[in-house]
């Protein structure tokens, strides 16, 4: 059975930094590529941050490239995502995301809340 289970997520002021967990279960997670989407209220789920198998990263959004980090840790299966400098639109349930070929899977998801 295969579980990817979001956790860090909660409420912090803008200007402030969260790192987001995603443990890996059930899965040979280092031949998974790692994704880190986001869906706001009312929004479609976008795509924030890639990690590949050999750790090449990628950043969808202009918006958060140099405040947010996509990094992974084969030996404890598990992906981050450390955002810095937050601002009230990045306020979204954030989700993660496991690939291999047409393999697909997807955690439940954290809520990530920007207010002051």
């Known amino acids: 059975q295969v579980q990817l289970v979001e956790s860090g997520g909660g409420l912090v002021q803008p200007g402030g930094s969260l790192r987001l967990s995603c443990a890996a279960s059930?899965?040979?997670?280092?031949?998974?590529?790692m994704y880190w989407y986001r869906q706001a209220p009312g929004k479609q789920r976008d795509l924030v941050a890639a990690?590949?198998?050999?750790?090449?990263?990628?950043y969808s959004a202009d918006s958060v490239k140099g405040r947010f980090t996509i990094s992974r840790d084969n030996a404890k299966n598990t992906v981050y995502l450390q955002m810095n400098s937050l601002k009230p639109e990045d306020t979204a349930v954030y989700y993660c995301?496991?690939?291999?070929?047409?393999?697909?899977?997807w955690g439940q998801g954290t809520q990530v809340t920007v207010s002051s």
């Open positions: 995301n496991a690939r291999f070929l047409t393999e697909a899977y």
């Open positions: 059930g899965i040979t997670f280092s031949g998974y590529s």
């Open positions: 990690i590949t198998r050999g750790g090449n990263t990628n």
